[in-house]
């Protein structure tokens, strides 16, 4: 997370039944139901999903500034399906999806803030907060665990059964007393995903999410899934 936006990445692991209803819906939604999953029949699903979950934000925002999500606006959404899905559709070995979408705040943060984020229950999240700000209070952050590293703030914990998380930061007082704090200047190890996301967003942070089989992508597939039977 930065001052002008953030990069939230999702990974899901969905396995047993679930995962062989996922293959079903590759094929059946995006392929030629031939009961084989095959590299285009999930090319093709990535780019139905990567929509779907556009639309589900529009109406669902996940994250809000200061009590709105007005200032929030998503600019990048991408969605992975796992190579593990190829094959036969009635294989129930693993499958492991990811998705990224990136974020400005249109209002930058500024000295004390309220940040709002919608997840999935129980899934476990790690946030980096903005250079120079430190965090007062959370919310609905359960198990959590708090480092400091290269000036930023790291929480780790999970979503509580509300299914939100709030924190409330604020610059710490060297930022406020000088003008090269919080530049945004400060590198991080981050995968190539990450780092494509943070060129789309002016240097945005990163907030990770591990999510459980029933959450977030169960979610979307199942809604694009009945949106096609009507």
Same mark, same amino acid.
């Given at each position: 997370?930065?001052? #002008? ?48 979950? $556009? ?22 959404? #991408? ?11 009635? *294989? ?51 198990? %959590?665990?708090?480092?400091? +590293? ?9 979503? +509580? ?31 190539? *995903?990450?780092? $494509? ?8 942070? $990163?907030?990770?999410?591990? +999510? ?5 992508? *169960? ?9 096609? %039977?009507?």
């Amino acid at each position: 997370m930065e001052r #002008d936006g953030m990069t939230w990445e999702y990974q899901e692991q969905i396995t047993g039944n679930e995962a062989v209803l996922f293959r079903n819906f590759i094929d059946l939604q995006a392929g030629n139901d031939d009961n084989f999953v095959n590299a285009w029949e999930i090319l093709k699903a990535e780019t139905a999903l990567r929509d779907q979950m $556009e639309e589900a934000l529009k109406t669902r925002p996940d994250v809000k500034l200061n009590g709105t999500s007005d200032p929030v606006k998503a600019t990048n959404i #991408d969605f992975w399906l796992s190579r593990e899905a190829l094959g036969k559709v009635g *294989k129930n070995l693993s499958i492991t999806n990811s998705a990224s979408v990136s974020y400005i705040f249109e209002k930058e943060l500024r000295q004390d803030a309220n940040i709002w984020l919608l997840g999935t229950p129980y899934s476990n999240v790690t946030i980096t907060l903005p250079a120079d700000f430190d965090i007062k209070k959370t919310a609905g952050l359960d198990n %959590k665990s708090q480092d400091f +590293g290269n000036n930023r703030t790291v929480l780790k914990g999970s979503f +509580g059964p509300q299914k939100n998380i709030t924190l409330w930061i604020s610059e710490n007082e060297s930022s406020i007393a000088g003008p090269e704090g919080g530049n945004g200047s400060v590198e991080q190890d981050a995968g190539s *995903k990450n780092k $494509e996301g943070i060129n789309k967003t002016g240097n945005a942070g $990163e907030i990770a999410e591990v +999510g459980k089989p029933s959450g977030s992508f *169960k979610d979307i597939f199942t809604q694009f899934y009945l949106s096609t %039977k009507s």
